[in-house]
Structure formats: C-alpha cells, structure tokens
C-alpha cells in the first residue's frame, strides 16, 4: 500500500503511465513520482556530504556574520527592532550565498545534462525545492540559536511565534530561490546576479518575517501574529505553484 | 497607430496639461472650469492629474512586458521578446518618472522627499525589478536563452505585485491614501473624493497617458525590429 503511494504519478506535463520494463537502468522517468523527487532530494544530499563544501563555507559565514555584528554592536544597547532586521539580514544572506549552489554546481560539474536526460524537470523541481528548504531551516535554526544566545539584547518573549516565523521565513526563501538558482545558473555572471534578481522578489517576505519577529520581541500572543504567517504561507504557495509551471523552460533551455 | 489617433492623442495630452496646470483652484466653484480647494493639499492637488496616470502607465507596462514574455514561452517566437523588452524599457522610463513626481510632491505635503510608506516602497521595488531584469539580460549572450529566462524572471517577479498593492498598505502604516490607519478606506481602490470637473480631468488624463504609452511602445518596437534587421543584415555580410 505504501509502495503504491509512493509510485502514484503526481499530475504533470506530460500525463502518461510509467512503462514497466524489467532491467531498466538508464531509463527516462516521464511521469513525476514523489520516488523520483526523493532520489533528487537524497542525490544532493549524497554529493554535499561528498564535499560538505556548501555545509562548512555556509557554517563559516554564519559564524563570520554574527561576531561582525557583535562587535558593530559593542557594549550599546540597540532596540529590539533593529535586532530583528539584522538577524533577517543574516538568514537572507547566507540563503543566499548558500541556495544557488544545487544549480549552478550542477552546470560546473557538467552533470545537467544525464539529470535532464534521466528525470522529468518537474521531480528534479520538488527534489531541489526540498534539498533546499532543508538546508536553509537548517542554516537558520543554526543562526536564531546562535542570535539568541550570543546576543543579550534580543529577548523573545513569545517563542511559538518565533519558530514559527523562522520556519515559515525558510520556505518562503527556498520557494523563491529555488527558480532563481535555476535562472542564473544559465547566465554568466553567476555569483553576483543572485542576490540582485532575489531581493525585489522577496522583500515582501522579509518584511513580514521582520515584523512577525518584532511581534515575538514585544510578547504578542500567537493570534496576534495569525496576519503575518497568512501572507508568509501564501507567498510560499504562490512561489512554488508559479515555479512549478514555469520550471520546465528554464532547466531545458 | 493610425494618423488621426496621434493628432488626437497630441491634442488630449496638451489639454490635459493646461488643464492641470492652468485651471484656477477656488474656494466656492462658479464656473466648470474652476477647481474645489481641497485643504491639506492646496495648490499641490494638481499633480493627481499627473502622477497618478504616469504611475498606472507603469504598472501597464509591467503588465504587457509580463503578458509578452509569457507569450514568447508559449510559441517561442522572438518577437515576442522584442516586445517584452519595448515595454519593460518604456515602463523603467515611466517608472522613474512616477517616482520623481512622487517624491516632489512627497516634499512638499508629508516634508521630506522619501518616507519608505509602501505605495512609496513598492514603486522602488517595480525599478528594483526592472533593473535586475535588465542586469539579467545583460548577463546572457545568447539571445534565446537570454529571451527564455527574461521571460520566466519577469514572470515570478509579476506574481509578488499583488503582494505589494493589497498586502503591503494593509501591514505596514503609511501616508498615502488607502493606507493602514487611514479612516477614509482602507485598500487599493480609493473612494474618489474629487469634484467632478477634477475627476472628468484626472480619467482623460488617465485614459490620455495609457494611449501615449501604446504609442511609444508601438514606436519602440518598430525601432527594435529595424536595429534587429539591420543586425541581421550585418551579421550575413
């Protein structure tokens, strides 16, 4: 029975039945299958932890962006507002040095083009889209402890909206980065390009986000914050619906 | 755009201009061509007759060059980009227009050029948007490619708008009209407050600007298809 839910084809461009052939081993997948996509998502994970290039550099960056503004901080005091724009300001940034690598990697290696051959682009979409929301609620679990215990100053009084927000904040991010990785690791300046095509896109998240922080900051209650986490789950569902659709062009181009 | 159209659209626009600038603001109206006094914007309620429509031409072109795009992915015709581009081009140029009137009349009635209110945040988000459209395509060499992912960015920076015209007012306080804590209504569409000779003004300028656009991107896009040509021609020799 599980087996059969896993194989379920999941409605996608082109709809057809998976052919069934004995020893198929490099076969293309046409229909989207939640097997495929985990493939995808364990594929990443497999060949991070081969290199735990992005893991370390990510973790390093966390660690250098924290200390810089612990030491901008000094011995002021600042409000509570200010301290959640900067902890925004981190989780945005190392999402976004740290979101463009499972594309553009995947062009540097030259292994594009057998994943395109192999799998359908929508699998590849939801298994990337996985790989980095996993990876980024990681990195910002790492950087809201981390803010919490080194920085004095910031006081969370309602902590469920905190974490929610924090949660809510990281899918949002990878909703939205995941397409953007897909568009520029096609373009020539790949470095750059990112955090400019990403920011007009996701400021309204972020803006959320800091406001649902600042709510946390001053004890609201957990309805107070219902607003802002309606608008960080939209946001997230129109990104992926919208991403879904348009995905194919980008990866086979 | 056929010859009479232009003539039309030439007269409109300098109509609509003597009019704004020129009609006298009274206290009590006596004839039509005299404006209420509104108090609180004075003399200053003059430039609704023009940032307003230039700020809806923008959005219009937004629109189109989003429209275009998503067309070039469907039948992946280069005209289509061509298209896409000429409107996106023409809606930078509008969009730092509506901004400049903006912020002037933002120094003269709220003291200070910029505010951050949202109406203001998410024009600067629309020229944020064009800018990392045009940086993106100066990122590609290759011109379907470039065409293809123009399009898709265009896309998903089109479906976060409405986040900015309904999501934004509603949580963030501001000055504008429609904003949070404004009593008069809350939400994008204001109730029009105006007398009636100032708002018959306000939609003939409006509906005066939108057609000015469609000409200059009808402009633009003949000029496109000519360098393009001419490109063509050179690349065969």
Same mark, same amino acid.
């Given at each position: ?253 | ?60 072109? @937004?629109?189109?060059?989003? +429209? %275009? #795009? =998503? ?7 280069? !005209?289509?980009?061509? &298209? ?39 024009? @600067?988000?629309?020229?944020? +948007? %064009? #800018? =990392? ?7 590609? !060499?290759?011109?379907? &490619? ?92």
């Amino acid at each position: 029975m599980t087996k059969m839910i896993w194989n379920m084809p999941i409605p996608s461009i082109p709809l057809r039945m998976e052919k069934r052939e004995e020893n198929r081993t490099l076969q293309f997948i046409e229909t989207m299958t939640l097997t495929t996509s985990y493939h995808i998502f364990v594929k990443e994970f497999v060949s991070e932890f081969r290199t735990r290039y992005a893991l370390n550099a990510l973790l390093m960056f966390v660690v250098t962006t924290l200390s810089i503004i612990l030491f901008s901080i000094g011995k002021e005091s600042p409000t509570q507002d200010i301290l959640s724009g900067t902890l925004w300001i981190v989780i945005f940034f190392s999402a976004m040095s740290g979101l463009s690598r499972t594309f553009v990697a995947e062009e540097e290696r030259g292994t594009s083009m057998t994943l395109r051959l192999l799998v359908n682009s929508s699998s590849v979409y939801i298994g990337k889209l996985l790989y980095n929301f996993i990876l980024i609620l990681f990195l910002s679990l790492i950087i809201a402890v981390s803010y919490l215990l080194f920085i004095n100053e910031f006081e969370v009084k309602s902590y469920e909206i905190f974490w929610i927000t924090i949660f809510l904040g990281s899918a949002g991010l990878a909703s939205a980065s995941t397409i953007l990785a897909a568009i520029i690791a096609k373009a020539n300046t790949k470095g750059t390009l990112f955090p400019v095509l990403a920011f007009p896109i996701l400021l309204p998240l972020l803006l959320t986000c800091i406001n649902a922080t600042k709510l946390s900051t001053e004890g609201a209650f957990l309805t107070e914050a219902v607003k802002e986490f309606q608008i960080l789950i939209s946001f997230t569902v129109v990104m992926v619906a919208t991403s879904f659709l348009v995905f194919d062009f980008v990866w086979k181009d | 755009m056929k010859m009479w159209l232009k003539i039309a659209v030439s007269v409109w626009i300098t109509g609509i201009i003597i009019a704004g600038i020129a009609f006298p603001m009274v206290r009590v109206p006596q004839t039509w061509y005299e404006f209420p006094f509104i108090p609180g914007l004075e003399e200053k309620a003059r430039n609704i007759i023009f940032h307003v429509p230039i700020s809806w031409a923008t959005v219009v072109a @937004f629109v189109m060059s989003m +429209i %275009y #795009g =998503a067309m070039y992915l469907r039948k992946k015709d280069m !005209d289509y980009d061509l &298209r896409s581009v000429s409107s996106a081009s023409l809606g930078l140029l509008l969009c730092v227009l509506a901004t400049l009137t903006g912020a002037v009349w933002a120094k003269f009635n709220w003291g200070s050029f910029w505010n951050w209110d949202p109406r203001q945040t998410s024009i @600067f988000i629309l020229l944020l +948007i %064009y #800018g =990392a459209y045009f940086v993106l395509r100066s990122a590609i !060499d290759e011109e379907e &490619r470039r065409a293809t992912l123009s399009s898709v960015y265009s896309i998903i920076a089109g479906v976060t708008v409405p986040f900015f015209i309904f999501v934004m007012p509603r949580i963030m306080s501001g000055l504008h009209p429609g904003s949070l804590g404004d009593e008069q209504g809350k939400g994008p569409v204001l109730e029009f407050k105006m007398a009636t000779n100032m708002l018959m003004v306000f939609f003939a300028s409006l509906i005066g600007f939108t057609v000015l656009y469609f000409w200059m991107y009808t402009l633009k896009v003949r000029l496109m298809r000519i360098e393009r040509h001419v490109q063509q021609i050179n690349e065969s020799h």
